[in-house]
Every structure is written in structure tokens, then in C-alpha cells.
């Protein structure tokens, strides 16, 4: 039988001085040459930058108020400790381990390099419409800096009959004289944000033109963008000490001002007080499973490529722990902001918090800015809160661009991590791409097209399938405690079993139930506007699913290409397409310490398997040494704790293999 020769394990193979093609291509790229993180806080930061975004405050307070209040705590921490936590630590600590992105990393186990596959599809997804908020805020902050928001009253161009002043519309508002004849009356603020921001059109049948100053503002939202991510982890790293610091400071100012709202403290009763019974729906702890992974960025890839720029003896067990008291805390307190002033909002209008409680870009655009425009100095506090999510936004969006070109360097790095130019033009030729596919989000129908974007292209359907076979892939097949091993020789102590119980049973489990009752409750895709709500045409529920699909499908049939391209029979395959592809490094031991020496080759063998070794593979190109290595018996341990063959060749040729443990 003759095994086929992988072309992407590390192969170190001499034959009469003759020096192969894969060991050329080691030389030509160098992992040692990696960029690395600079200071020790760079890759905090940029964690906290990339995942505490704007799902933290526009998201999270409102699941909270509506999944029971405080009660939502419960559900929130208790999938944050069974899934959340130990698919952070997992990603993380791969990338640190393989010093790779998100495709490459998964070398570590090739029959799941789908995994990596779908992560940057995914990722690649979320870049694209994801700076279009961006551009909101852009085009927000730079209207407000005038002595009047233009949202806070009628009587502009894009303005119709049906204008109040009012956000909340009853007897006590200013505009009580309005004809109701004409219709239910529509905010200031809303027609704003449809007529004039978006230029809404009546749905996908009218794409219409490009929003002119919309597209200036993602012009610059995209140039912002490349300038922070163009030179690699060294500009990132220090870019991120502002844009993931500085959002800090003026969230805090906003709560200081927040808080001292009259109305604020029914605000924050609201958005606390809890209702126990809320548990028992199972959709609060759906809620909360989604929450986990769209805050921690579960799934992307990212965390795997941003750990990937880590020192290998770097503690990433600590940063990772650092990093989700951050995440979580940053939700939690956002809320006191939002809640704080959607409680003065409803006082004034004398109505309850609820009606005036929004989720997503209706809240950061529409419900606060409303509440903005009602305190004294409103200019200068637009400023503040847009300038806050223009930054929470933009480290979110170059640290994802960052994951991506990571992903896609590390998969061809003979032609892009050499020279000084190519990776630039490389992230260059990917923000033109994503640039130009985002033009149509900013159409007259481009909001109906974004929302399509934003609930398949990276849903939480995607990203718990994902998040499903990375726990599977580690828990079931590679080993736990293989994996474990490699923490610890990255640590230089062992972590707490905890991980390995989630790997193995809460996160599959816990991502399986919550996949499957999310499509048990998959409801096609609808939109609200002002004149009524938009039900989305099959073809458009069709091109989501097919979005959604693009990422899922990747697994599968990575799985099935890499069995099928293998060589033998289906469990040598399955063997052969389980085995890691290591260095000595990973293994605990250096180049030069001596191994087995064969007479026809040299043979390293992975020290952390308690079990007798596998068979290893033959690569000597001559066909008697090749027949001669598959029929010889397997090695065994001594009590030396060396590996020797059980019986000798006479042959007189000489082969250096590095050899790949895990058959």
C-alpha cells in the first residue's frame, strides 16, 4: 500500500543532498519571523477593541429589560461559563499554539479545517456591512455640529404632514393640534433617519441610486479603517490603546450625566428588576446563548488570528479572563447608561420605559439621539455618543479585517508575507472589494439588504455551528487532554479541568440545543418602518439562507475533500486526516536534540502520547525503502523513555523526517 505524501506537514527531507520542494518553502518563510505583539497590553486591548462593540450597548441592555431584567443574569452567566468561556480560551490558545489564522491554525486537526474555512466566510460577511454603521455615525457627528440637531424638530425638506416633534406622541405633546386624519404621526427623529439618512425606498423592487453622502461617509469610515490595519499587528497594536481606552471614558461621562436625569433611577429599575418566572421560556436562554457569541466574537476566527501574534510562552489564560470581566462589564454597565436615559425620556412624556425601549440601530440612532436632543447642550453630547461609536465600531471593524487578512497571509504566506508591500496592497485590495459590495447597502433600498446581511450572513444559526464542531473537533476527536497538554507547555502549569468538561460536554450540548431551538423558532425576515412593515419577498429569504449556507456547508464538505484526497482505507484516512501537523516547538523539544535514527530515516515522535506510537509514514522516494517502511513493525517505549524500532533495515540511504503525531 502506498501512502500519499501530504503536501502541508512540515517535511524536513534530505535525499543525497537533494533538498525538497516543502522544505524551500519553510525556508522562504520563516514562523519565527511572525509579527509579534509589542507591548503586553496590545493584545488585551485589541480583544476588548475587537468584541466590546456595539452589541454591548445597544443589544445586551435591551435582551436584559426584556428577558426579565436582572433575572437575565442567570441564563447570561450560566452560558458564558458553559459555552462562552471555554470556546474563548479554546480559540485563543490554538492560535497562540499554531502561531496561525484562522484556516491554518486548524492544522492542528486538517478534517476540520472547514472550521477555519467558515470562520473567515463569516467574517468576510460581517466586514462588509458592519463599517456601514460606521458611516451613520460619521454622518450623525458631523450634523451635529450645529447649534440645532436637524433630527429634533419638522420643518425641514425631507420632512411630510405626518412630522411631530415629539418622539412619544400623546396629549401633552407639543404638536397636540395635529390632524390624525392625515395618519399616525411619525417622530422627527424617524423621519431623519429614514428619509434623510437612509432615503428609504418601499423595498427591494426599488433599489434606486447611491446615497451620495452616505458614501462620502464610508469612504472615510473605510480610509479610517486600512490607516489602522495597513502596516499589521504593530500599528494595530497601537492604535487600539485609544480606540479601545477612550470609548471607556466617554461612556463613563455619559453616565455621569446620565444618572442625573430626572426619570433615570425608573429607568434603571426597568432595566434590573427581576421577573424569575421569564425562565422558564426557553427563548431568554436562547437570547442569552446568542448574546455569549456575538459579544465574545465566537466563531469568527479572530480570536484565533489575534492570539496568533502572541509570544508562545505568553499567559493567555490570564488575558482571557481579563478580557471577559471587561466584555461582560462594559454590557452590564452600558445598560445603566441606555436605561438611564430612556427612563428620562419617559418621564418626560409620561409613558412607560417600554414604549420607548428600541434594540439595534434603532436605539443608537433613533431612540437615544432622540432623548439627546431634549437635554440642555445636545450638540455637545451628540458629539460625545457618536464619537464613542465611531469608535466602539471602528476597532471592532479593522481588528475583523485583521482576522481576515490574517487567515488569508497565513494560508499563502510564500506571496503574501514576503516583500514590504504585498500584504499592504493586499489589505488595500480588500477594502476597495468590501467598498464596493457595501455600495449597495447604501442605495435607497440598501437597509433592506443590510438586514438581510445582518440576520443570516452572521447569525447566531452560523455562528453556533460553527462554535458546535470547534468544541467537537477538540472534545471528541483531537483530545482534551492532548490539548491540555499543549496549554501546558504554553503556560508552564496546568489549567483547571474546567475547559475540557466544557469542550466535551456543555458547549456541544449546550450550542446544539440552542441551534436547534432557533430554528424551531425561525421566523422569515421582516422590517419595521414608519408607513407599516416590510415582509421580505422568497427570493430575498432565499439569498439569505443561501449566505448563511456558505459558511455552514464549509465543514462538511472540507471534511468530505480531505477524506476523499487521502490515500487507503477509510479509517487510515480517517487517521491520516486526524493527525496534527506540529513542529518540534510544539512539542516540547528542540531541533537539536537527537531522535531515533533509522537507517532509512530519523523519526520524531510526539512525547505526549501515553499510548504506543503509530505506525509512521514512509516518504523515501525509493520504492524497495518505501515497500521495506510499511511492512516494519510499529515503535516502542523503552525504559529509557526513547523510542527504538523492533526490528532493523539494512538499508543505506538516509531520510530526515519531522514527523506528525496523532494517526
Known sequence: MEVSKPTDVYIEEKMDGHTTDEEKGEEEYNSEDREQWIGKADFVLALIGFSVGLGNIWRFPYLCYKNGGGAFLVPYFVMLLGAGAPLLILEVGIGQFMSQGGITAWRLCPIFQGIGVAN???VQWLNVYYVVILAWALYYMALSFQSELPWNSCGHSWNTERCVDDYIFNKNST?????????????????????????????????????????IALIVAWILVYLCVFKGVRSTGRVVYFTATFPYVL?????????????????????????????QDSQVWIDAGTQIFFSYSIGLGTLVALGSYNKFKNNFFRDCIVFACFNSGTSIFGGFVIFSVLGFMANKYGVAVGEVARSGPGLAFIAYPAAIAEMPVAPLWSILFFFMVILLGLDSEFVGVEGFVTAICDLFPQYLRVGTYRKPLFILGCCVFWFIIGLVLIMEGGMYVFQIFDYYSASGIALL????????????VYGPKRMYTHFELMLGWKPDPWCMIGWVFLTPS???????????????LTYERSWGSYAYPDWAIALGWIMALSSIMC??????????????????RLRYTTTPRLKPYQLGRKKDIPHVTLANGQFNVDPTM??????????????????????????????????????QSNGSTYTKLQYVSGI
Not at 461621562?253 to 427581576?274: H, M, N, Q, S
Not at 455551528?465 to 471528541?476: D, E, K, L, P
Request: charged share 20%.
Open 610 to 647: 501515553n499510548e504506543k506510537p503509530p505506525m509512521y509514514l514512509n516518504y523515501d522516494i525509493s520504492q524497495e525503502k518505501r515497500n521495506e517502511a510499511v511492512h516494519m513493525e510499529p515503535l516502542k517505549r523503552t525504559k529509557h523513555d526513547e523510542f527504538v524500532p523492533t526490528t
Open 510 to 524: 449546550l450550542c446544539a440545543g440552542i441551534f436547534v431551538f432557533s430554528l424551531v423558532k425561525y421566523s422569515p
Open 465 to 476: 455551528w460553527v462554535s458546535f464542531f470547534q468544541a467537537t473537533a477538540i472534545g471528541w
Open 251 to 279: 461612556l463613563f461621562i455619559l453616565f455621569i450625566r446620565a444618572v442625573t436625569l430626572e426619570g433615570a433611577k425608573d429607568g434603571i429599575i426597568f432595566y434590573l428588576k427581576p421577573d424569575m418566572k421569564r425562565l
Open 555 to 572: 465543514i462538511p464538505v472540507v471534511a468530505a475533500v480531505r477524506l476523499l484526497m487521502a490515500k487507503g482505507t477509510i479509517m487510515e
Open 175 to 215: 404638536n397636540s393640534t395635529y390632524n390624525i386624519s392625515l395618519g399616525a404621526p411619525v417622530p422627527s427623529i424617524v423621519e431623519f433617519w429614514e428619509r434623510k439618512t437612509l432615503k428609504l425606498s418601499d423595498g427591494l423592487h426599488e433599489m434606486g441610486t447611491v446615497n451620495w453622502e452616505m458614501c
Open 120 to 122: 473567515t466566510i463569516i
